[in-house]
């Protein structure tokens, strides 16, 4: 099978799942050429230093390299066309996305061959719009095959975009191995450490996490919580904090060189999101042998073995997070069975050979 897959964003679950693919099929990956997932100011990296990296060399590589508002487009859009047309592709899969020039080569090339996976069902609380309503409209009416990360997820496509069902497969977020690239065995976990990782914003529940502190470092007075990222004014987090000796925090962009030191550390991490769809940190968690202590929204929980690769407990709720957090602090055996639970999980029904398998197998249906 020839697969192309068309992307503005998600550069690292693209790259795993092509990888993936390509054991099997001949696939082309369409980039714009951006490093916003990539880089900061204080450490860039192209994006084709990256996919020279981490991508496997038979994946063929093809790039839109202007900005969407430059007039070199209408060359570059046909430019692109022709040389994905030329590859005679089976299926375009495209990950949900801004570029209105993805959305045209999608159209030229024909909306019957197009498999849509759409991330964000609904724009999180406190998020602006990041998509226009009209691209997500088009696209999700107009492809042949939709996928989403969770039961959860299908039904609320189904609901608030009127998609039918029928259209909406169910796959996992894989796990993502693509971070051992950057892994050092040597650094030990820290039994009493904490994570909170990713983009900081309000639908992520920080506040809930930090209310839970003091109920935390009451039965474990070594407890301390680490917070590993950017995002929205971090002011008023830090003004909710009554006990700043307790947190390690890391409020800026994390380099994909870092998120494996984070994750090595940490003893277990939190996901006490108070809305969700899904989470590729969960996945990453996994990939290191970390339980999870998440709650219960979205389709989070169906990747959660509630009791084995972690916890799901109520959201807003600090007290039901501090105990299960506690749980899996004060108990080495059970913090040792759920590591190995979660390892097991990462490298059987979410790892990206079973996930491009299964991926496979819906491009194939009629």
Same mark, same amino acid.
């Given at each position: 099978?020839?697969?192309?897959?068309?992307?503005?964003?998600?550069?690292?679950?693209?790259?795993?799942?092509?990888?993936?693919?390509?054991?099997?099929?001949?696939?082309?990956?369409?980039?714009?050429?951006?490093?916003?997932?990539?880089?900061?100011?204080?450490?860039?990296?192209?994006?084709?230093?990256?996919?020279?990296?981490?991508?496997?060399?038979?994946?063929?590589?093809?790039? %839109?390299?202007?900005?969407?508002?430059? %007039?070199?487009?209408?060359?570059?859009?046909?430019?692109?066309?022709?040389?994905?047309?030329?590859?005679?592709?089976?299926?375009?899969?495209?990950?949900?996305?801004?570029?209105?020039?993805?959305?045209?080569?999608? $159209?030229?090339?024909?909306?019957? $061959?197009?498999?849509?996976?759409?991330?964000?069902?609904?724009?999180?609380?406190?998020?602006?719009? @990041?998509?226009?309503?009209?691209?997500?409209?088009?696209?999700?009416?107009?492809?042949?095959?939709?996928?989403?990360?969770?039961?959860?997820?299908?039904?609320? %496509?189904?609901?608030?975009?009127?998609?039918?069902?029928?259209?909406?497969?169910?796959?996992?977020?894989?796990?993502?191995?693509?971070?051992?690239?950057?892994?050092?065995?040597?650094?030990?976990?820290?039994?009493?450490?904490?994570?909170?990782?990713?983009?900081?914003?309000?639908?992520? +529940?920080?506040?809930?996490?930090?209310?839970?502190?003091?109920?935390?470092?009451?039965?474990?007075?070594? &407890?301390?919580?680490?917070?590993? +990222?950017?995002?929205?004014?971090?002011?008023?987090?830090? *003004?909710?904090?009554?006990?700043?000796?307790?947190?390690?925090?890391?409020?800026?962009?994390?380099?994909?060189?870092?998120?494996?030191?984070?994750?090595?550390?940490? *003893?277990?991490?939190?996901?006490?999101?108070?809305?969700?769809?899904?989470? @590729?940190?969960?996945?990453?968690?996994?990939?290191? +042998?970390?339980?999870?202590?998440?709650?219960?929204? @979205?389709?989070?929980?169906?990747?959660?073995?509630?009791?084995?690769?972690?916890?799901?407990?109520?959201?807003?709720?600090?007290?039901?997070?501090?105990?299960?957090?506690?749980?899996?602090?004060?108990?080495?055996?059970?913090?040792?069975?759920?590591?190995?639970? &979660? %390892?097991?999980?990462? *490298? &059987?029904?979410?790892?990206?050979?079973?996930?491009?398998?299964?991926?496979?197998?819906?491009?194939?249906?009629?």
């Amino acid at each position: 099978m020839k697969i192309v897959i068309l992307i503005d964003w998600f550069i690292y679950y693209t790259v795993e799942l092509a990888n993936a693919l390509s054991q099997e099929h001949d696939v082309m990956l369409v980039t714009r050429d951006h490093n916003y997932e990539l880089s900061s100011s204080f450490e860039a990296t192209s994006i084709d230093d990256f996919l020279d990296a981490c991508l496997i060399k038979k994946v063929i590589r093809e790039k %839109l390299r202007y900005r969407q508002r430059s %007039l070199k487009n209408f060359l570059e859009v046909m430019w692109v066309y022709k040389r994905v047309r030329s590859f005679r592709p089976d299926i375009i899969h495209i990950q949900e996305n801004t570029d209105w020039r993805i959305l045209l080569i999608a $159209k030229m090339l024909g909306f019957e $061959k197009v498999v849509l996976t759409v991330h964000d069902v609904q724009i999180h609380p406190g998020d602006p719009e @990041g998509i226009p309503k009209f691209f997500k409209s088009v696209l999700r009416k107009k492809v042949r095959k939709i996928i989403v990360h969770g039961q959860f997820l299908k039904k609320q %496509l189904a609901s608030n975009w009127r998609v039918p069902e029928d259209k909406i497969y169910i796959l996992p977020h894989g796990a993502f191995s693509i971070y051992k690239n950057w892994d050092d065995p040597s650094i030990k976990e820290e039994a009493k450490t904490i994570l909170f990782f990713g983009r900081i914003s309000r639908y992520k +529940g920080l506040d809930i996490l930090i209310k839970a502190e003091p109920l935390i470092t009451q039965h474990i007075p070594d &407890a301390k919580i680490v917070i590993a +990222g950017s995002g929205e004014d971090f002011g008023p987090y830090e *003004s909710l904090i009554t006990n700043r000796s307790r947190f390690e925090i890391h409020n800026r962009f994390i380099s994909h060189r870092d998120v494996p030191k984070f994750f090595r550390r940490a *003893s277990v991490v939190v996901l006490p999101y108070i809305e969700a769809s899904q989470s @590729g940190v969960v996945p990453i968690a996994y990939i290191f +042998g970390k339980p999870v202590v998440v709650t219960n929204v @979205g389709s989070i929980p169906e990747v959660v073995d509630d009791g084995k690769t972690g916890f799901v407990v109520s959201p807003n709720n600090p007290e039901d997070l501090s105990r299960a957090i506690i749980k899996i602090l004060e108990n080495h055996e059970l913090r040792k069975t759920m590591s190995a639970n &979660a %390892l097991a999980k990462a *490298s &059987a029904e979410l790892s990206w050979n079973t996930i491009a398998q299964e991926t496979a197998k819906i491009y194939s249906l009629n």
